[in-house]
């Protein structure tokens, strides 16, 4: 089955830019999709089609995809991206997650 | 988007099943494949399986074949899954969300609120 591997933290300081990584076997080739989860929320989509932005999510947030990996980065990080970050892929038409990369904002 | 409304807390005994509801509204039913997605408590996201709304097919992560099946219903706009032979590893929240026109390269751009499954004998 196909496995997506995150780093389990990235600490950022407040106004820096936070990258967090995603990366699986021919992953640019495939869709990346990413989440940000709040505890007991559920997750918001913040990045589909590897680049794009849903409506209302901040520019900050932007999106990646080529050769192996994926890269999720907030620029400007502000204490309400707080959060757990979730990559995703699919495979055979199931969602394939990463494990999660908790953000925190020192 | 669409606004997805699921079904409350259920604790079960090993051995039982569940069965798990998601009202969709304000948008066309029809026009989004709902998926269901688990949390198990402090651990990641993972994917049971989905359903077309328009057809009812569906497909089922290689983990769960044989103990789930997602259905719908499209008089009521609600999706449904169910999951059997249940074990305490299937303590979890369970998700319902939703892919407009089964299009992968969305991604997911409605949740549900989540419902806790305990499994506890």
């Known amino acids: 089955s196909y496995e997506l591997t995150q780093p389990p933290s990235v600490s950022v300081s407040p106004g820096q830019t936070a990258s967090i990584t995603c990366s699986g076997d021919?992953?640019?080739?495939?869709?990346v999709l990413w989440y940000q989860q709040k505890p007991g929320q559920s997750p918001v989509l913040v990045i589909y089609e590897d680049t794009k932005r849903p409506s209302g999510i901040p520019e900050r947030f932007s999106g990646s995809n080529s050769g192996n990996t994926a890269t999720l980065t907030i620029s400007g990080t502000q204490a309400m991206d707080e959060a757990d970050y979730y990559c995703q892929a699919w495979d055979s038409s199931i969602a394939v997650f990463g494990l999660g990369t908790k953000v925190t904002v020192l | 988007q669409v606004l997805l409304v699921q079904s409350g807390a259920e604790v079960k005994k090993p051995g039982a099943s569940v069965k798990v509801s998601c009202k969709a509204s304000g948008n066309i039913f029809t026009d989004y494949y709902i998926h269901w997605v688990r949390q198990a408590p402090g651990q990641g996201l993972e994917c049971l399986g989905w359903?077309?709304?328009?057809?009812?097919?569906?497909n089922y992560a290689q983990k769960f074949q044989g103990r789930v099946t997602v259905t719908r219903d499209t008089s009521i706009t609600t999706a449904y899954m169910e999951l059997n032979s249940l074990t305490s590893d299937d303590t979890a929240v369970y998700y319902c969300?939703?892919?407009?026109?089964?299009?992968?390269?969305?991604?997911?751009?409605?949740w549900g609120q989540g419902t806790l499954v305990t499994v506890s004998s």
């Open positions: 969300a939703t892919l407009k026109d089964g299009v992968v390269k969305y991604g997911f751009d409605s």
């Open positions: 359903v077309n709304p328009n057809n009812g097919g569906t």
């Open positions: 021919k992953l640019g080739d495939k869709y």
